[in-house]
């Protein structure tokens, strides 16, 4: 199914209508969608470098939009189910004090999965489900994508195809590392 899924996505890369179904795709990719928009930002800007910065801006707002819809499910379904749930059991305060543990790093969280292959889609939820203040969330996620999407279309723009599997094979992992070693540097930081 997953590969199905894919398929369909690359199809629509070409379509005359892209640009929107791209928007779709970057939108729901931030609270349902299992396929990111990478997939179709590659084959659109290798087709067309001119409009690579236009490709990075419609996932980018698509996106951070989509997270906007991401953190409302978190926290509409906390408030009408999860929390009734922990109260009824006693859990009530551990939920607040996960909470302020997750909204203590949650700029780093947005930012993590905002950039790496980490399901962004995770996070969004997790941050309304936490009450993280929207601007806070909303900020980092304009960064986070900002980084990803510019990162890939500039790649793209200025190297063409050979940046193609960079991309698709090692590029993810790059990002990983990357965040991996900044909270690594601000673990380390916040002990000593």
């Known amino acids: 199914m997953l590969r199905k899924t894919y398929d369909r996505t690359m199809a629509l890369a070409d379509h ?25 930002m590659i084959p659109m800007i290798l087709a067309r470098p001119s ?11 698509a996106s951070v939009l989509g997270g906007v819809l991401g953190y ?10 999860g929390q009734p749930i922990l109260e009824a059991m006693g ?17 780093w969280a947005v930012l993590g999965a905002g950039v790496t292959p980490f399901p962004y889609k995770v996070i969004t939820i ?6 993280m203040p929207m601007g806070t969330f909303i900020a980092t996620s ?3 994508r900002a980084l990803r999407f ?4 500039g790649l793209l723009w200025k190297f063409g ?10 590029l993810g992992t790059v990002f990983t590392l990357f965040v991996a070693l900044l909270f690594g540097g601000f673990f380390m930081l916040r002990v000593f």
């Not at 409302?72 to 189910?81: K, M, P, R, T, V």
């Not at 859990?91 to 700029?107: H, I, P, S, Y």
């Open 91 to 107: 859990k009530g305060g551990a939920m607040e004090e996960f909470n302020t543990r997750f909204n203590d790093f949650g700029f």
């Open 150 to 153: 510019f990162i890939v279309a």
């Open 126 to 131: 997790m941050s309304g489900w936490t009450g």
């Open 16 to 40: 005359p209508h892209a640009l929107w179904y791209l928007a779709a795709v970057s939108f729901v990719e931030s609270s349902v969608f299992p396929i990111p928009p990478d997939v179709m």
């Open 161 to 170: 195809e050979p940046t193609r599997n960079f991309i698709e094979k090692r």
């Open 72 to 81: 409302a499910i978190g926290a509409f379904f906390y408030d009408s189910l």
């Open 51 to 61: 409009r690579a910065w236009l490709i990075a801006l419609v996932a980018l707002v």
């Open 142 to 144: 304009i960064l986070a």
